[in-house]
């Protein structure tokens, strides 16, 4: 609090634009220097050990060494580092729900894989039954069927209820009677009293699998309505296979100061897309980038598959890269590169998207990337 009130005090007295470094872009005394009108820089903490060796060849460290060394990489090397983004609050609410909505869905997987595993220690037919843990009737099988001699005494009735209170509609019976079939499908058993702990497990992973999908489902609720409220919304849905969920992570990760990225080589160089060049003496190589924004770069990855489907441009580029021999994974990353590129232009200018101004020029030869 008392730095922040310092900050004030020197705007009161006409000094604006006051540069602050700190090694974190997150938390509350972020926040508050913003609020104060501080120019917030964060520098990478790995960044700061190179910088500390100038001053302490030895490696001593200190909270006050530590202050002096980020004081002195904004005196010296200013211009090599960025301020943090002066992001809108509803752009920084999409990111925190975008961001949120995505971990939800991390853990239900890590849930399921985790059950999955130990299915297959005890009761493979369950997995021979279900494909996907995380869907509905799989976690109300899981819960009232956790081992084979509960699966024994299973009525297709009670199934049929579960299915029903689920949102089920169509083909209960026959759904029920299925599942039933399959659960009861003879395998080798472990030691009763392992197999009733083994249950007990299950079933626990099956109450998490329920909670982590009402999580999903509510933060999905909350990502779509703050997204659609936001103006660059319309700009990001304007483009072939980019629908809510997607668009709001794109917008989350890339914010909406359009000061940050002053071409769209920066956008892309941040999202990962763009390749790195290498060069020493006579020797240049271009590799994958590694130093990106990997919620951004994941985004962008995920976006290449809806774009050959449902664009007839997209999926003519994406079939010229495969041609000149690239493998699925450079050519979808070249794709998304192309429209990374597209996407900056847009959101400057505020234009929706329109295949006919983005691909005039697609008879030329695609720009040669790293594969």
């Known amino acids: 609090m008392q730095l922040v009130e310092l900050i004030l005090e020197l705007r009161k007295g006409g000094l604006d634009g006051l540069p602050v470094a700190i090694e974190t872009a997150q938390g509350l005394l972020v926040s508050a220097l913003r609020a104060a009108g501080a120019d917030v820089f964060a520098i990478n903490p790995l960044s700061v050990s190179r910088y500390?060796?100038?001053?302490?060849?030895?490696?001593?460290?200190?909270?006050?060494?530590?202050?002096?060394?980020?004081?002195?990489?904004?005196?010296?090397?200013?211009?090599?580092?960025?301020?943090?983004?002066?992001?809108?609050?509803?752009?920084?609410?999409?990111?925190?729900?975008?961001?949120?909505?995505?971990?939800?869905?991390?853990?239900?997987?890590?849930?399921?894989?985790?059950?999955?595993?130990?299915?297959?220690?005890?009761?493979?037919?369950?997995?021979?039954?279900?494909?996907?843990?995380?869907?509905?009737?799989?976690?109300?099988?899981?819960?009232?069927?956790?081992?084979?001699?509960?699966?024994?005494?299973?009525?297709?009735?009670?199934?049929?209820?579960?299915?029903?209170?689920?949102?089920?509609?169509?083909?209960?019976?026959?759904?029920?009677?299925?599942?039933?079939?399959?659960?009861?499908?003879?395998?080798?058993?472990?030691?009763?009293?392992?197999e009733i702990a083994m249950g007990r497990q299950a079933h626990a992973y099956a109450r998490a699998l329920t909670a982590t999908a009402e999580n999903v489902k509510s933060l999905e609720a909350a990502l779509t309505s703050a997204f659609e409220e936001h103006p660059d919304a319309p700009i990001l849905t304007s483009f072939p296979g980019l629908g809510v969920v997607l668009g709001a992570r794109i917008l989350g990760e890339i914010g909406d100061d359009r000061t940050r990225f002053a071409t769209a080589r920066g956008l892309k160089a941040y999202a990962g897309t763009a390749p790195v060049t290498r060069a020493s003496g006579t020797r240049s190589s271009t590799r994958l980038r590694i130093v990106r924004n990997k919620r951004l770069n994941h985004a962008a990855y995920l976006w290449a598959l809806p774009l050959i489907l449902h664009s007839p441009d997209a999926r003519a580029y994406y079939d010229r890269r495969r041609a000149i021999g690239d493998t699925y994974t450079a050519a979808a990353r070249n794709l998304s590169n192309r429209y990374i590129g597209m996407l900056h232009h847009c959101l400057c200018s505020r234009e929706l998207y329109d295949a006919s101004v983005a691909f005039a020029h697609c008879a030329e030869p695609a720009d040669a990337m790293v594969s």
């Open 52 to 194: 500390r060796d100038r001053y302490s060849p030895s490696r001593t460290k200190s909270d006050a060494a530590d202050a002096m060394v980020l004081a002195n990489i904004l005196r010296t090397d200013r211009d090599n580092h960025r301020r943090l983004p002066n992001d809108s609050e509803q752009a920084q609410s999409v990111k925190v729900l975008a961001r949120a909505h995505q971990d939800a869905i991390w853990d239900r997987q890590q849930i399921a894989s985790k059950a999955r595993s130990l299915l297959r220690q005890y009761f493979p037919a369950f997995l021979e039954t279900f494909d996907d843990l995380t869907t509905m009737g799989a976690r109300e099988a899981l819960r009232l069927a956790p081992t084979p001699a509960a699966a024994v005494n299973l009525r297709p009735s009670t199934i049929a209820a579960a299915l029903r209170k689920g949102g089920r509609k169509r083909g209960v019976e026959v759904e029920a009677r299925k599942i039933v079939a399959g659960l009861r499908l003879p395998h080798l058993r472990q030691p009763l009293q392992v």
